[in-house]
């Protein structure tokens, strides 16, 4: 078969077979981390996403996050958070509210009903996570959490080529 890499630091045995199992490993622990996902947002009545917007829009809180903030902390668009959102305010977990200073844009908070919930949750949440990242040492952690805004922004340029790819 033709190699899948030409980076010689992907290939370090002169072959792209590294890779390939490296990639497959990385697909095997992504399913694994979107079941966790999956279970912690089934815990709350949601779907995976309107879970993984509501636990991110609780740790920005204090903020005064809007939409376009949640959607660059989470890498999506603003479209999808305003279709999150709209779930989550009909489970009533969050309220939007104007901005202060600017009435065009809006203010999202989580709302007592949804910090209860998350609150219920906390203590399936720590040991999953623990189970999940066991492999992890703090340096493995701290090299892993450095690295992944890099990959995520790779992960964009990938696309873009693959885009390209079939615009041509």
């Known amino acids: 078969m033709a190699a899948t890499v ?7 045995d002169g072959t792209d077979r590294p890779f390939r199992v490296f990639v497959h490993e990385f697909l095997a622990f992504a399913d694994r981390l979107t079941a966790v996902r999956a279970g912690f ?4 009545g949601l779907p995976g996403a ?3 917007t509501l636990i991110a829009l609780a740790h920005l809180e204090a903020g005064q996050p809007g939409v376009a903030a949640l959607a660059a902390h989470l890498h999506v668009s603003t479209a999808f958070v305003t279709a999150e959102v709209a779930r989550l305010q009909r489970a009533g977990f969050v309220h939007k509210r104007p901005h202060p200073a600017d009435g065009r844009r809006v203010v999202l908070s989580v ?8 609150a219920r949750l ?15 040492g703090a340096d493995d952690f701290r090299r892993l959490a450095a ?3 890099r990959m995520v922004a790779d992960g964009d340029a990938a696309l873009a080529t693959l885009h390209a790819e079939d615009a041509a």
């Open 41 to 44: 947002a089934a815990r709350l």
């Open 122 to 136: 906390a203590p399936v949440q720590a040991p999953v996570n623990d189970a999940l990242f066991a492999a992890l």
């Open 147 to 149: 690295l992944l805004p």
């Open 111 to 118: 709302t007592p009903a949804g910090r209860a919930a998350l």
């Open 50 to 52: 309107a879970y993984t």
């Open 6 to 12: 030409t980076r010689p630091a992907l290939m370090p």
